[in-house]
């Protein structure tokens, strides 16, 4: 790490040119701390564009050449959501914090190696969980620590989201296990809520899951599950993914409501509140490699794509906070509101252990070991 005052700036390595990979690396360039940019992606055209795109100081397809550069200080890992534990562990090898799109892996035992060798060695990993840098939580947050509703005993959270994401998520891959909507998509929401209700541990959970739309593509429509945590508090998440395509929210619509012994917390985040209707397509927010909307949205919720809008060729949002600051953490210090990769591994095995109970039918007792959760999701499946 680059430490305050140090005036060496940030040498960057950013692995997965894709989506996500290019808005981190554009931003990178912007960041005046970060002196060296470095890129990696196997497929040779997407990264040999935002090289071009960014100045990139080196390019390479080979991610061990990467992040043995002398430059390399920090690592951005935004691959495919199942290739991710061999950059991070190559990475944690030379000692370089690292900035983890979520989850860990996809895996719980994985997940959990991974999670040993960050904290053995001692670099500062966070995970990418980008609502948390958006203005309204983080002043829920605030009201929540200066206990404005007295002690929290009720959470209630719905995320609803077009199929788009499941659609373009599972064609890049053949092997759909642990693909879910809580395990992709819901541990958003989750992570939210396990933030705002920081300081209770779920002791039991007990969810519902259904198939009727997504289940030829090898992954569920919606989960839905309450959590019973150790102070009695519970907390019921619920997700879908399977919406049609022409739902206007770009992406993600969110709910969640907080009660407590002195107040109520009502969160509204479903983007409603700025429509556009026009004869012309609107864009498909979710913007995977080769992927292509399969339908036309003419309505569209303005501001419901979570790493936020570009505005005259420039991202405007959440994910522009997240990254930033994660530089401002790296070079100066700074508190930050990251994800630690305990809390993302933490958060893998709540989403997986949702899975594990709707399809047993019936509660599953927290908190469950990697090797319990990998064996039952593998016997439920057989």
Not at 114 to 120: D, G, K, N, P, S
Not at 272 to 277: G, H, Q, S
Request: with cysteine.
């Amino acid at each position: 790490m680059a430490g305050p005052g140090s005036g060496a700036g940030i040498g960057l390595a950013v692995i997965g040119c894709g989506a996500i990979g290019r808005i981190r690396a554009v931003l990178a360039r912007e960041y005046p701390g970060v002196a060296w940019l470095g890129l990696c992606d196997v497929h040779e055209e997407t990264l040999r564009q935002l090289a071009a795109d960014t100045g990139a100081d080196f390019a390479t397809t080979d991610v061990a050449e990467l992040v043995a550069r002398p430059e390399v200080t920090a690592v951005i890992v935004a691959t495919d959501e199942r290739e991710h534990v061999d950059p991070i562990l190559l990475s944690v090898e030379h000692g370089h914090d690292l900035f983890i799109e979520k989850p860990l892996a996809t895996d719980p035992v994985e997940s959990a190696r991974v999670l040993r060798a960050i904290e053995a060695a001692g670099v500062d990993a966070v995970v990418g969980y980008t609502q948390r840098f958006r203005r309204r939580f983080l002043a829920v947050k605030q009201r929540l620590r200066d206990e404005q509703i007295g002690r929290v005993t009720s959470v209630v959270t719905r995320a609803f989201m077009n199929r788009m994401v499941p659609e373009a998520t599972l064609r890049k891959v053949t092997d759909t296990t642990n693909l879910t909507p809580m395990v992709v998509s819901g541990t958003h929401s989750l992570d939210m809520s396990m933030w705002l209700l920081e300081g209770r541990m779920p002791v039991e959970v007990y969810a519902r899951s259904t198939d009727v739309v997504l289940g030829p593509m090898g992954t569920k429509d919606a989960t839905f599950g309450v959590f019973t945590m150790d102070d009695g508090t519970i907390f019921s998440m619920n997700i879908s993914w399977a919406l049609p395509t022409i739902w206007p929210g770009a992406v993600y619509g969110l709910e969640i409501g907080i009660v407590g012994t002195e107040g109520v917390i009502d969160i509204e985040d479903t983007h409603r509140d700025v429509i556009i209707a026009s004869e012309h397509g609107q864009p498909a927010g979710y913007n995977s490699r080769g992927f292509t909307a399969p339908a036309v949205r003419n309505i569209d919720f303005v501001g419901s794509y979570p790493p936020g809008d570009l505005s005259d060729g420039l991202l405007w949002g959440p994910m522009r906070e997240e990254t930033t600051t994660w530089f401002s953490r790296l070079t100066m210090g700074v508190r930050t509101p990251h994800a630690t990769a305990a809390e993302g591994h933490s958060n893998l095995l709540l989403t997986m252990a949702m899975d594990l109970s709707a399809r047993r039918g019936r509660p599953v007792a927290l908190p469950i070991t990697p090797e319990e959760l990998r064996e039952g999701l593998r016997e439920e499946a057989s």
